[in-house]
């Protein structure tokens, strides 16, 4: 296991350690964040760069041979990761005061190591851009997770109408161009669902093909209009990005280029959710406005005021009336701050019904908020929540990120003290976060014990409900 010290430089923490050889967080297991509830945030926090941005952009960069220039990248644990997986096959990347320079012309051709790909999602990715670039790719199938079975389907059909061909041996997705072609062929794809992923994976795909590529149902989310603007830097054409269709004409190559990732929508929406939890006022920023418009309209329903300038987003929070969410692909509420709402809702005035649709497991909160004296009744991905005066605080584990994070607005809400373990999974996707809420006038602090805390798995129904999928609004 060696150790990797990265140095993220922020006013607030001047080093992270991770260890990073075996992908083994373990040492964050026996860390919890100690929150002083009943806390009120006020001020600016500062928005850091989109994890799921920045992460299929580090992919993106396997489709040239030229420099690729990154800014604004977050320094958290999931990049880390990918960072490895390409410095395995020979990409190297080079910080240069918070920017990361991409080289990939040195790459060599070898299945991506298991145990880095098993750890992270998102690396699966990789697949499209490694089979349009070289002919071949050998991914490891990326696993389900803590929220679902994550099936990657949708990926293998896309690459298969393309004109791959897909064989699954030992948990090893080997993908290789059809018969003695040198590049894909572009053709129309019908995705039976908006995945996030699988566009991406096909948009990637297509830049390096043969033709035309329409792809249908695509996912619109931010992250993926951000591809498409590094992808068309780099000399892609892609027509239609942020639409459910889009076109993409294959180009014989594509160049570098310098690229700032956007800022995280989900980071800034669950800063926003706390606010309001705590009826504080603050300001986050840099953000895209539209990118939230979903979350920000549930919020003014709620009874926070909002107020949108330029690239940030005030709110004053005030009460909090009970209020419905259906999560749905992008512009829909977004999946990944349905558990952060529902820590909100646990305090509401009145009732409220949060329902999931993209992730058959992600209420693995709802029992640990009840723990802290909520009052919700789960039946299979719909949470039905009564308001209560107060919850109080505990020692708890998240199971997964956005569930952690909601742990800790919970413990910010709490009537006393709670320290909450999973920091292997809060690690991942938020940028600072203690440091960050320290700022804003929370106590919070992180305690590097020898103690890990377990939380029995929850058995929620057997079958999650096949709750309708919502159409993106
Ligand atoms: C991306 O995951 C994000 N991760 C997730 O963020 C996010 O929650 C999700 O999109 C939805 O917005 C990254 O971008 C790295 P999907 P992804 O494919 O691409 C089904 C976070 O917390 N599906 O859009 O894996 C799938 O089962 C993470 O930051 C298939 O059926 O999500 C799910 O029900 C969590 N077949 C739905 O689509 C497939 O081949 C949405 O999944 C692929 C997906």
Not at 180 to 195: A, D, E, M, R, V
Not at 296 to 325: A, F, M, P, R, Y
Request: charged share 20%; glycine share 8%; aromatic share 4%.
């Amino acid at each position: 296991m060696d150790l990797v010290w990265l140095f993220c430089h922020d006013k607030f923490k001047i080093l992270v350690l991770m260890i990073c050889g075996s992908q083994n967080n373990s040492h964050l297991k026996s860390q919890n964040l100690k929150i002083f509830g009943q806390g009120k945030l006020n001020g600016t926090v500062p928005i850091s760069g989109a994890k799921n941005s920045a992460l299929v952009l580090l992919a993106a960069s396997l489709l040239t041979n030229e420099t690729i220039i990154l800014e604004n990248i977050p320094c958290l644990t999931d990049i880390e990761k990918m960072r490895n997986i390409l410095n395995d096959i020979g990409v190297n990347l080079a910080d240069k005061n918070n920017r990361l320079e991409i080289d990939s012309k040195n790459i060599f051709i070898k299945q991506l190591p298991f145990e880095l790909v098993n750890g992270l999602r998102a690396s699966f990715f990789c697949i499209g851009a490694l089979l349009t670039k070289f002919g071949e790719a050998k991914v490891p199938l990326p696993g389900g997770c803590n929220i679902g079975s994550r099936p990657i389907d949708e990926h293998i059909n896309g690459l298969q109408a393309l004109g791959a061909e897909i064989i699954i041996e030992e948990g090893i997705v080997k993908a290789k161009i059809k018969g003695n072609k040198k590049k894909l062929n572009g053709t129309q794809i019908k995705l039976k669902c908006p995945s996030v992923g699988a566009t991406e994976t096909l948009i990637m795909a297509a830049t390096l093909a043969e033709g035309r590529t329409t792809i249908e149902n695509a996912a619109r989310e931010p992250e993926i209009q951000d591809l498409c603007i590094m992808l068309s830097k780099m000399g892609a054409k892609i027509y239609g990005s942020g639409n459910e269709k889009i076109i993409i004409d294959g180009v014989n190559k594509l160049g570098g280029c310098t690229h700032k990732v956007i800022p995280d929508r989900i980071e800034a929406g669950t800063f926003l959710i706390a606010a309001a939890a705590t009826s504080s006022s603050i300001t986050v920023s840099p953000v895209i406005p539209h990118h939230l418009e979903a979350v920000t309209n549930k919020l003014q329903e709620s009874g926070s005021k909002i107020t949108i300038k330029g690239n940030s987003i005030t709110i004053k929070g005030k009460e909090i009336k009970g209020v419905d969410i259906h999560t749905a692909p992008f512009p829909g509420f977004p999946t990944d701050l349905q558990a952060p709402f529902t820590a909100l809702m646990t305090i509401a005035n009145g009732e409220s019904e949060i329902t999931e649709t993209i992730f058959e497991d992600r209420m693995n909160h709802i029992h640990l908020l009840n723990k802290m004296g909520a009052s919700i009744k789960l039946n299979k991905n719909i949470a039905y929540i009564k308001g209560v005066e107060k919850i109080k605080g505990m020692d708890l584990v998240g199971s997964d990120l956005r569930s952690s994070a909601a742990l800790i607005i919970a413990g910010i809400i709490a009537k006393g003290n709670s320290k909450i373990y999973g920091l292997e999974h809060l690690d991942r996707g938020y940028e600072n976060f203690e440091s960050k809420l320290k700022n804003l006038g929370i106590k919070i602090t992180r305690e590097f014990g020898n103690k890990i805390l377990i939380e029995e798995k929850y058995e929620v129904n057997s079958e999650p409900n096949q709750v309708t999928r919502i159409e993106a609004a």
